[in-house]
């Protein structure tokens, strides 16, 4: 569907397109099953950056707060990004790794669900 | 000479709207009107309007004039006794402030609309009945915010609401709501203001408030609120007429109009969530739960509206379902969204008391206890052990609604719901079907949202670290954050003479 104009061939700008990020692009990082971060966060992020800096720099500036987060097992870690169960490879980039502007990256850790168990 | 007879009410009223209508002679009717047609909406005869009021202007001035007269000796009175001293406790503020900042605003938004629609409509009665509400809802705008101003002298939060409205992330969403409909055509403008918000909704908005402000001791809010009640009656009445006369007009405008009734009366739900984060959290003294609320006005109330509108091929708003679905959970993701931002809110939030958690409990009893109040509890030990929790980063808004993407699957409360879809080769996310479908319906306008935290990382909001963007909010450090350590917090207790463990039971 199209929206009703007072005039024809309306369009508008794309506000977030990512020309208008300097550089970066906009990645989404929620942790499953802990709802202490009640959404995902949004990050820009450089498309070269290696997915591996996500993982050291990026999650714990998110979520260290929580206490499930110094037991998580990192070679555990199931990854879903856009929705799809993902193997991402540390040393390459973002890009590389199929994560584009206004990707949305999942992080669920098997046996961590939250304080006592409970998706907090 | 013979002296003209005095007009009855009727010819009085006619006299007053109808015949001030020109006929055009040089242009026509589409050039000077060139709004009233794009939407779809076809009118065939704008002299069927009725106005069930039949209030003429000069009538209108002279109610107008005694109610400011009544309502601006009782703010008088407030100043010179004190009465910000009345309220239940400090916390009760933290309501006006979302009242002034996120509500006021919408009365002046509302103003801007109806003169819109006044202009745009060929038809003379609507006209008039636009000219009036816009004339309604600036005065409202202004009445709300002297009488807040009361407090403003006192309390922290709330010096900048319309500086704040246009930039602060929490306030893009009635902001957005509004300008969705002010950027829409006039018929849009008038389903979505009058009917959905005014007729569906608006005793979820101003009960709450005004009822809330009565049981919480602020008699200069209540007072506010009987002097615009007349006034959101009249708006009421017209909501509703205003959808039959479109609906009479033609069986064309029935699929327009029902899509907009369905898209309204979700984002105006959407809205409505932060009022039902004051009813349940932020009220001293509660007057109900969100969920009696949305029971009455909505699943009650709402469901006899839409039987009597389906003579017209008229159904309940599509998703409403799922407000039903989420109503034992909404208000407490939403305050425990607000109490981990609230470094960056210009209100303070905090845990409610043994007897809160209790009064919770009983009102939600399939959800409170398995799932908020432990969550509730632990933060509130957190706070004790001096580690306060504040999320520290920027959250992923609803492209639709704008509001953090927190909510879940209400058959699955710890998995959050995650809507997408490609437009343009761009990627948006949904907080619910709901939103994802008015987007998908009109992408080349909802792709354009100012979203506040992709705003902040475009370098649009003061630079890029929170004290900048708080900065560039107007907020000062008293704002935001936890009301234990608050200085409203301190100053109620020298004022009352109370220890802070009195205050806080």
């Known amino acids: 569907m199209a929206v009703k104009a007072a005039y024809e061939n309306y369009s508008g700008p794309n506000r977030d397109a990512v020309e208008n990020f300097h550089g970066n692009q906009l990645v989404y990082l929620g942790w499953d099953e802990h709802m202490m971060f009640p959404c995902a966060g949004v990050f820009p992020l450089p498309p070269q950056m290696p997915f591996g800096a996500i993982i050291k720099e990026v999650v714990p500036s998110a979520f260290s707060l929580h206490p499930d987060f110094a037991s998580i097992d990192w070679g555990k870690v199931e990854w879903l990004l856009d929705g799809k169960s993902f193997n991402p490879t540390l040393d390459k980039s ?27 | 000479m013979e002296q003209a007879k005095k007009m009855n009410m009727k010819e009085k009223y006619n006299a007053m709207t109808g015949d001030l209508a020109w006929d055009f002679s040089y242009k026509t009717e589409a050039e000077i009107f060139p709004l009233s047609d794009f939407e779809g909406i076809k009118i065939e005869d704008w002299s069927k309007w009725q106005d069930p009021f039949r209030l003429t202007m000069d009538a209108y001035w002279k109610y107008q004039g005694e109610k400011e007269r009544k309502l601006y000796a ?21 309501a006006l402030k979302i009242f002034l900042t996120a509500v006021t605003p919408l009365e002046y938004g509302a103003h801007r609309g109806f003169a819109m629609t006044g202009r745009a409509f060929p038809g003379v009665g609507a ?45 893009s969403v009635p902001k957005s709501y509004f300008e969705d409909a002010l950027s829409a055509g006039p018929f849009e403008f008038i389903t979505a203001i009058s009917f959905s918000f005014e007729y569906v909704l608006t005793n979820l908005l101003f009960m709450p408030f005004m009822s809330g402000a009565a049981y919480n001791g602020d008699m200069a809010t209540v007072n506010f609120g009987f002097s615009a009640q007349s006034d959101e009656s009249r ?20 699929p327009i109009i029902q899509r907009w009734i369905d898209k309204y009366f979700w984002r105006g739900y959407r809205l409505l969530g932060i009022v039902g984060m004051m009813m349940d959290y932020m009220l001293p003294k509660r007057v109900m739960s969100w969920k009696e609320g949305w029971e009455m006005y909505f699943e009650q109330n709402g469901k006899m509206l839409f039987d009597d509108l389906a003579r017209y091929g008229i159904t309940m708003p599509k998703f409403w379902e799922q407000s039903v679905e989420e109503k034992e959970h909404l208000t407490h993701q939403l305050w425990l969204t607000f109490y981990s931002y609230g470094h960056a809110a210009a209100f303070h939030t905090w845990i409610p008391d043994d007897s809160e958690l209790d009064w919770l409990s009983e009102k939600y009893p399939n959800t409170f206890d398995k799932y908020y109040r432990p969550r509730l509890v632990y933060l509130r030990e957190q706070e004790k052990l001096g580690k306060r929790f504040y999320n520290p980063s920027l959250p992923q808004l609803c492209q639709t609604c ?28 949904f907080c619910s079907d709901a939103c994802k479908e008015i987007f998908e319906h009109e992408p080349e306008k909802m792709s354009q949202a100012w979203l506040p935290p992709h705003q902040i990382f475009q370098g649009n909001c003061g630079g890029a670290t929170i004290p900048d963007v708080l900065k560039h909010y107007h907020f000062t450090e008293n704002d935001g954050g936890e009301f234990l350590h608050s200085r409203d917090n301190a100053n109620w207790n020298l004022w009352k003479g109370l220890t802070p463990d009195e205050e806080a039971a």
């Open chain 2, 235 to 254: 708006h009421m009445t017209l909501g509703l007429e205003v959808i039959k006369f479109m609906l009479e007009q033609h069986p064309d405008n029935l």
């Open chain 2, 402 to 429: 704008q509001i953090p993407m927190v909510y879940t699957d209400p058959k699955n409360p710890t998995k959050r719901v995650y809507r997408e879809t490609i437009y343009n080769g761009d990627r948006f996310h």
């Open chain 2, 74 to 94: 009782v703010i008088d009175a407030f100043g010179q006794n004190n009465a910000h001293l009345g309220v239940t406790d400090a916390r009760y503020i933290n």
């Open chain 2, 127 to 171: 006209q008039v009945a636009s000219q009036m509400q816009s004339i309604d809802e600036l005065r409202h705008a202004q009445t709300q915010l002297h009488t807040i101003s009361q407090y403003n002298k006192y309390f922290d939060g709330l010096h900048d609401p319309f500086h704040m409205f246009d930039r602060v992330w929490y306030l």
């Open chain 1, 94 to 120: 973002l890009e590389d790794n199929g994560v584009n502007h206004k990707s949305l990256i999942r992080m669920i850790t098997p046996g961590l669900n939250g304080i006592n168990n409970s998706g907090f």
